[in-house]
């Protein structure tokens, strides 16, 4: 049997668009916005499997679903490992074929791979932020800039908002699906 992309069950309480009430506190709103996203990416490669999510449906753009999946990896690796925590880790995908950012050199023989790889990523930036503050600093690399936590957040919701649009456009191309939930599976009430 091949593989294909797993179908996600949104964290979200009741359905709301947002993991927590328009009323928490900043970390769990910021926290809620980008789980919200990170799902949102994953439900748009829901049931799709290796060639679909490797197939470029937006010529001529080069980009697939699996791109995002791995360039996402990356943006994870890079602001919350490697630039917040300071943790000496190389690229998630390395090799002459890999690109700008994971962006470039998709395989669909490694879509699981690379699909577990992201989620790997996730998980070891949520353990890497844990119970740190937002007004804690670091000192990018290379530009010397000094951020915050606070400001990773931000930088990551608005990376996964605008690739998110990229996905919503290819995943159309490619089966027709569309919307922020798999078929079938929207909750009732307001968004």
Known sequence: MTWTAPHLTRTTPGGLQLNAPGTADERTMLAGWLQWHRETLLVKCAGLGPAELARTT???SGLS?????RHLAEIERWWFRRS???EPLG???TGPDDGDEGLQGVDPAR???DYA???AEVAAAEAAVAG???DETFVTAGGGRTCSLRWVYLAMVQEYARHNGHADLLRERTDGETGDYPSGR???GPA
Do not use: D
């Open 84 to 86: 917040f925590a300071g």
């Open 186 to 188: 929207a909750p009732t």
């Open 91 to 93: 690229e998630v995908f």
């Open 132 to 134: 740190r503050g937002l």
């Open 117 to 119: 790889a992201y989620l």
């Open 65 to 69: 679903l699996l791109g995002l999946v």
């Open 111 to 113: 879509a699981e791979h």
């Open 58 to 60: 937006a010529g001529p």
